[in-house]
Structures are given as structure tokens and as C-alpha cells.
């Protein structure tokens, strides 16, 4: 009606000549991942596309991430953290960005979805995300579904680095738990992790991780079951703001409604040094050398190994601050066993158990405890 006109065709199938959008200019993960079509989709865009503009003409990009090195990849800026909105490019002129993911990640969310919600439900129920999450493997999910594509050997930890175990050790020298806390009102869309490692004079497995976005109370409870069950030597909590009152109550001993008495925690309060990235690269060499070990399955395994190798552009770091601030503390402890523990308690022993440790611990940096 308003003598518009529309061409499609393949973004390296000869478009000069026309005018033209982008639509996913990449076929699929063989061309996504040959660099030498990614440099050709680029030279096309700049030189066969981007200069057939008119003035005052618009550019449209709809894309599936393939690989963060796609046309998308070099026109976002470096930092780009999944946002949507205006960002300034690579290339100093400006975007309006709309990220849809699979599952809400962000508060700026183009549907006004809330954290964890999942994409067309009408669709697609939950049991269908979930299921297509877990078979995708964290590549193609973080790639195609949410639209973050990370390097595929990693970014600041390399995929190749952590040596995996199939069912863990029966026996640890010590089993620790490292909080990162945030359930302060400002930091209620952030999510508390909690990591439990195990031990050896090998290696440190990671056992367990629970994550969640709590409130106080909740926080409390959860450390609280999880201590119970875990009777670990020490629990590392970093001594800021949001951590403090956790500190001093775990000190006093929490009180639970369905417990008879304080559950007193030992806590050891952790002062960071340098930046978080300063605290990754830190401990970087110890995932480079094979001595932490992650678990071949788990149901917690991808949401982690997508942070932990998208650090520092995924969007969220909670459970990579929980990880370096217990592989940092180990590193700079060290102990003199007694015995050993068989690991997690069992429900019937919970209740009975006041400690299966016998460990006198001396820390290079914070002492004896």
C-alpha cells in the first residue's frame, strides 16, 4: 500500500544490486563454527549489505546466536551482557537491541517476564523447557535458547581444565561449604549459592550446589538443613554487609521452630582481596592443573558450568564468587587430620550427630580455627 517492496535471499548469495534486512545469517553450527564463513558473513555484511543503505536507511538484524563470534558478536559491544535496549556497537554507531531468551535471565526482560520464566508458555510448558535444557547441553543452550553464546573452550576457565568423577569419594580429609549471600532488598533478584566441597589430598570435588533467590529467613533455614546434613568442617562466609548478621547468628546459634536447640555453625568470615576477576584468575591455575574435580552428572551441573566458563560475560557470577572464595581459602589452608568423614549423614544420624570432624585446621592467613 505504501510501495514498500521486499527480497530475501542467503547473506552470501550475491545481494548487490537490492536493498535488504538480516535474517540469521547463519545456516547452522558447521558454518557457525568455521571461521572462514564467520569472516565471509562479515565482509558480506560490510561490504555487500551495509553499502547498499539509503540515506537515513535502518538496518535489521534477527539472529540466532551461533557462536559469540557470529555477525551479532562483532557488532555488540565487548561487554555486552545480554541487556536489551540501546547499546553503543563495535563500531561506534548505536542499536536498539531485543534479546528474547528461553528463560528469563535478566529484570529488563523485552516481554516484562519475571526471573525464571520461560518463553511462549501458551506453547511451551515448563516440562518441555526443562526437558529441551537438559538435552541441549549448556553449549547450545546458552548459544541458541538464551541467546549468549560463550567460547566454546571457555572464557577465563577452559571446558578442558576440571577433571570429572562419577560417584564421589566415600571419605573426605575435610568437607567445607562456601555462601555467597544476597538477600538484602536491594539484592533480592540476585541469587544466594551455596557450594559444598569435599577434600582429598588430591583433588577438591565440588558435591553439591543449591541456589536460590531467598530472603533472610530463608536463608537461615536452608544454611541451617544443609549443615545438618553436611556436618562440614567450615562454612566461608564473605564478611560484607549481607553476610555479617549471618556470621555473628551462626556464632550464636540459629534457632529453628522445629529444632530444639541452637544450631551453632562454624564460621569463618572472609575478607576477598582484589576485584572478581582478579579473584578468578587467582585461582585459575588450580583448574588448570586437575586438582578440581566436577561431578559427570548432576542436576545443578549445566546452570553452573555456564557461569563458571561464560565468567566474567555471563550474566550472573554467584556461583563463580562462592567457588574461587573456597578454592582461594583452601588454597592458603592447611590441615592436620585425626579422622576422617564418611561425607553427608544420613536423615536418622542428623538429629543425633553433634560432629563427625576431628580435624585441628591452621590457615596460612586467618589462623587456627
Given at each position: ?28 553450527r558447521?558454518d557457525a563454527?568455521?571461521p ?32 559469540e563470534?557470529?555477525?551479532?558478536g ?19 554507531d ?17 516481554l ?19 526437558s529441551t ?14 541467546q ?18 562419577g ?21 533480592i ?10 577434600e ?51 556464632r ?14 562454624p ?11 582478579d ?39 554467584d ?18 587430620i585425626?579422622?576422617v ?15 563427625a570432624?576431628?580435624?585441628r ?9
Amino acid at each position: 500500500m505504501n510501495g514498500s517492496t521486499f527480497m530475501c535471499g542467503g547473506i552470501l548469495s550475491g545481494i548487490t544490486g537490492n536493498r535488504a534486512d538480516i535474517d540469521d545469517p547463519v545456516k547452522g553450527r558447521e558454518d557457525a563454527d568455521s571461521p572462514t564463513i564467520r569472516d565471509k558473513t562479515w565482509e558480506a555484511y560490510l561490504s555487500d549489505l551495509k553499502t547498499r543503505l539509503k540515506p537515513n536507511g535502518s538496518q535489521l538484524i534477527i539472529q540466532t546466536r551461533w557462536h559469540e563470534d557470529d555477525l551479532s558478536g562483532r557488532i555488540l559491544p565487548k561487554n555486552w551482557d545480554g541487556h536489551s535496549g540501546w547499546v553503543e556497537s563495535q563500531q561506534g554507531d548505536w542499536w536498539y537491541v531485543i534479546c528474547l531468551q528461553a528463560q528469563c535471565e535478566r529484570e529488563d526482560d523485552p516481554l516484562g517476564r519475571e526471573i525464571g520464566e520461560w518463553l511462549w508458555p501458551e506453547w511451551f510448558d515448563a516440562e518441555f523447557w526443562t526437558s529441551t535444557k537438559r538435552g541441549q547441553g549448556s553449549r547450545n543452550w546458552d548459544a541458541l535458547y538464551q541467546q549468549k553464546p560463550k567460547p566454546v573452550e571457555g572464557s577465563l576457565i577452559k571446558r578442558a581444565w576440571p577433571q570429572r568423577y562419577g560417584e564421589p569419594p566415600t571419605e573426605f580429609m575435610r568437607v567445607v561449604f562456601s555462601l555467597d549471600t544476597a538477600y538484602k532488598e536491594d539484592q533480592i533478584n540476585d541469587p544466594s549459592v551455596l557450594t559444598i566441597w569435599g577434600e582429598k589430598e588430591h583433588g577438591k570435588y565440588l558435591l553439591h550446589v543449591w541456589r536460590d533467590r531467598v530472603e533472610y529467613p530463608a536463608l537461615k533455614r536452608v544454611l541451617a538443613n544443609h549443615y545438618m546434613a553436611w556436618k562440614p568442617t567450615a562454612v566461608l562466609i564473605e564478611d560484607k554487609s549481607s553476610g555479617q548478621s549471618l556470621l555473628q547468628e551462626c556464632r550464636d546459634g540459629i534457632i529453628l521452630k522445629d529444632y530444639p536447640k541452637p544450631i551453632h555453625i562454624p564460621v569463618i568470615a572472609i575478607e576477598p582481596e582484589g576485584n572478581k576477576v582478579d579473584r578468578a584468575v587467582r585461582v585459575s591455575s588450580q583448574f588448570e592443573a586437575g586438582i578440581v574435580y566436577l561431578p559427570e552428572v548432576a542436576e545443578w551441573l549445566m546452570d553452573f558450568e555456564s557461569e563458571l566458563f561464560g565468567f566474567p560475560i555471563a550474566t550472573h557470577d554467584d556461583q563463580v564468587d562462592s567457588t574461587t572464595q573456597f578454592l582461594d581459602w583452601s588454597h592458603n589452608s592447611s590441615i592436620n587430620i585425626d579422622y576422617v568423614s564418611t561425607g553427608k549423614q544420613t536423615q536418622a544420624h542428623q538429629a543425633e550427630s553433634t560432629g563427625a570432624f576431628g580435624y585441628r585446621l591452621r590457615s596460612k592467613k586467618y589462623g587456627d580455627f
